[in-house]
T-cell receptor
Framework: DADVTQTPRNRITKTGKRIMLECSQT?????MYWYRQDPGLGLRLIYY???????NKGEISDGYSVSRQAQAKFSLSLESAIPNQTALYFC??????????FGQGTRLTVV | AQSVTQLDSQVPVFEEAPVELRCNYS??????LFWYVQYPNQGLQLLLK??????LVKGINGFEAEFNKSQTSFHLRKPSVHISDTAEYFC????????????FGTGTLLAVQP
């Protein structure tokens, strides 16, 4: 089983719909992150969480919200999806001392 | 706040040639540096990391990088590339201290040609 699991792996949704991307980890890390990847822009940080009670906005949090349901679970929501939120989304975890571990990504298309 | 600049968006190179992918960072505090690789349609995999100690860091698949504090650089090198090295490479920096965010560069596509 993967250390960091993202669901779904692919999703097509309509403009205006609410959608949730889920992430779970078995690494036991306290820190979790959501990034989006766009061609030519690299990975940009949306939200990050250092523990269940600590949620922080990243560079591009507008239009997104998150929930840290447990140490192992960190969900990203798009309250009302728009086409420019079409991207590849990655969840990552870290212990804060070494590298981050990434999920396989969720490819989201908003039509 | 820290930032990362990858100067080359694409680097074409012939098989068995050497390659250098450039990465510069800015940070007012001590940093930890990483290179990740993303093969087509896959997630990110760690190539190598600098946390402390020796400034020359060796990673997987024959890659290495050198941390240069005075030039705020962490360039990635490989003496002889293979077709299978074709991928996108991301440099990332995490500042020491409480904030501890991991920030990525925009990526460099390494295209190895036969």
């Amino acid at each position: 089983d993967a250390d960091v699991t993202q669901t779904p792996r692919n999703r097509i949704t309509k403009t205006g719909k609410r959608i949730m991307l889920e992430c779970s980890q078995t690494k036991g890390h306290d820190r979790m992150y959501w990034y989006r990847q766009d061609p030519g822009l690299g990975l940009r940080l949306i939200y990050y969480s250092f523990d269940v009670k600590d949620i922080n906005k990243g560079e591009i949090s507008d239009g997104y919200s998150v929930s840290r349901q447990a140490q192992a679970k960190f969900s990203l929501s798009l309250e009302s999806a728009i086409p420019n939120q079409t991207a590849l989304y990655f969840c990552a975890t870290s212990d804060g001392r070494t590298e981050a571990f990434f999920g396989q990504g969720t490819r989201l298309t908003v039509v | 706040a820290q930032s990362v600049t990858q100067l080359d968006s694409q680097v074409p190179v012939f098989e068995e040639a050497p390659v250098e992918l450039r990465c510069n960072y800015s940070s007012s505090v001590s940093v930890y540096l990483f290179w990740y690789v993303q093969y087509p349609n896959q997630g990110l995999q760690l190539l190598l990391k600098y946390l402390s100690g020796s400034t020359l860091v060796k990673g997987i698949n024959g890659f290495e990088a050198e941390f240069n504090k005075s030039q705020t650089s962490f360039h990635l090198r490989k003496p002889s590339v293979h077709i299978s090295d074709t991928a996108e490479y991301f440099c990332a920096v995490r500042a020491g201290g409480a904030t501890n965010k991991l920030i990525f560069g925009t990526g460099t596509l390494l295209a190895v040609q036969p």
